[in-house]
């Protein structure tokens, strides 16, 4: 047997000096620093900073949230940044972190209101800067998808308790700012709950959508589409979505009733018209129909539509008892006066991509809450908002146009984040050089470059 490589022995030693980790985290740092973020936070979190502190609050959640984006899921993880004082600045010490933490904890509700706002302003920025790449800027309506998610709790942390899926941990409420099929998404809310709580509960739909508004550009928040599955579909919710002069627009799932299912099958075949695919083109074996004129909706907000979709099963797929004629039968309900019934449909199925959003999120340190007590833990899920959004802001800033747009977390680590760089000092600058046979050493320079010709925050 031949070997068809060989490889020398290579000796390792901690001597080098001038060398960066994790350089293409300038990224981030140019976009912490363009989109205001890092004095929002401080100016919202000076309260926090006791006499004679030497660190700044804001620049400690700042890089708390760096961190995560690195790819972090611990307070302890801030290491990363401290061994790298030539990057990241003077980054404080664990316990130092630790105890900021707490002081937020202790003052959960100003504490949430102050970082919220913080990121309302930095979003109000990023979204200025970019222009005609950001959502909404061409008229059309913002989606905001909301979805509940299961977090594991692998020891007894406060609140943690037994989940529908038979498992134990957290149920969070989240909201995210879908930014199209070609874009990414970001978290305008987490709302933390206990593991036991209900996937229809419409106070907790009601609230996470009421902290998404607020995170919302002021002359964005009327032009915003609610979507959401069938936990949505709840009286007390769409009655509060359509009441008069809130100016939402809904698409929400809608569970299939028997009187719902009665209507599917009164339907003449004529009624039922191709359902579209992803790229809008025929789908066959699937249609949609509506079903608003079949239905009793009083008590159900005026103008309300009902639109059912049903396709054949794919291969392997088991059927529900409110299938009917062997089709697997879904249904929504919307306030769209205008439109295709399969472009309403197809705009509906499109809040799928919140289980991108979640899963991003949970690759951002949202998979494990590292915290004990309820309170802390919250705080972390701002802080995974954070560096959820500061990688999206990033990328509609630096990166629009590009395949690297649409990069979920991983891939942004592993081919833009995570390159090693040499400093370098000459003429009273300071330069970085990043590894020259890099194979995105490209994209990392032209994005460096689009963010450097943005203007400074005032």
Same mark, same amino acid.
């Given at each position: ?93 664990? &316990? ?99 593991? @036991?709580?209900?996937? @229809? ?37 769409l009655s509060w979505l359509a009441k ?5 627009? $809904? ?24 359902? $579209? ?13 509506e079903l608003t004129g079949l239905l !009793? ?29 062997? !089709? ?39 998979? @494990? ?7 802390? @833990? ?76 943005? &203007?400074?925050?005032?």
């Amino acid at each position: 047997m031949k070997a068809i490589a060989s490889q020398r022995k290579i000796a390792v030693s901690a001597d080098g000096s001038g060398l960066v980790s994790h350089a293409g985290a300038l990224l981030l740092l140019h976009t912490l620093r363009l989109t205001g973020l890092d004095q929002a936070l401080s100016t919202q979190l000076q309260r926090w900073r006791p006499a004679r502190s030497v660190h700044d609050p804001g620049k400690i959640v700042a890089d708390l949230a760096v961190t995560l984006a690195l790819g972090g899921d611990c307070l302890a993880d801030i290491a990363l940044l401290r061994a790298q004082p030539e990057l990241f600045g003077h980054v404080a010490s664990d &316990p130092t972190v630790s105890r900021l933490i707490d002081r937020l904890a202790r003052d959960e509700v100003k504490a949430l209101k102050a970082l919220r706002a913080a990121r309302t302003l930095a979003r109000e920025r990023a979204w200025d800067l970019a222009g005609a790449t950001a959502p909404g800027s061409d008229g059309e309506l913002i989606p905001l998808d909301l979805d509940a998610t299961i977090v594991i709790a692998h020891s007894d942390k406060q609140h943690a308790a037994p989940t529908w899926k038979h498992t134990f941990g957290f149920h969070p409420m989240t909201v995210f700012a879908d930014h199209g099929p070609g874009a990414s998404g970001e978290p305008l809310a987490i709302v933390l709950r206990p593991g @036991n709580a209900g996937s @229809n509960t419409a106070a907790d739909h009601i609230e996470a959508t009421r902290l998404a508004l607020a995170q919302l550009p002021r002359h964005r928040r009327r032009q915003v589409l609610i979507r959401t599955d069938s936990g949505g579909g709840t009286h007390e919710f769409l009655s509060w979505l359509a009441k008069p002069g809130r100016r939402l627009s $809904y698409s929400i799932g809608f569970t299939m009733t028997e009187e719902v299912q009665q209507a599917v099958l009164r339907l003449p075949k004529s009624a039922w018209t191709p359902a $579209y695919d992803a790229d809008r083109q025929v789908r066959p074996g699937a249609w949609v129909a509506e079903l608003t004129g079949l239905l !009793n909706l009083s008590g159900w907000p005026k103008g309300m539509r009902v639109i059912a979709r049903k396709e054949r099963p794919h291969p392997g797929a088991q059927l529900r008892f409110t299938d009917v004629d062997g !089709n697997r039968v879904t249904c929504f309900v919307t306030d769209a006066k205008r439109g295709q019934l399969a472009d309403l449909e197809l705009r509906h199925r499109r809040r799928a991509r919140a289980e991108d959003r979640i899963r991003c999120a949970k690759d951002t340190g949202l998979a @494990n809450l590292p915290l004990h007590h309820f309170a802390r @833990n919250q705080i972390w899920c701002e802080l995974v908002a954070l560096a959820c959004e500061l990688l999206t802001w990033m990328q509609m800033l630096a990166l629009p146009g590009t395949a690297a747009r649409t990069y979920e977390p991983k891939r942004l680590r592993l081919r833009l984040f995570a390159v090693a760089g040499r400093l370098v000092r000459g003429g009273r600058r300071l330069r970085l050089r990043i590894a020259a046979h890099w194979p995105w050493a490209h994209d990392i320079l032209t994005a460096l470059k689009r963010l450097q010709a943005l &203007p400074a925050p005032p």
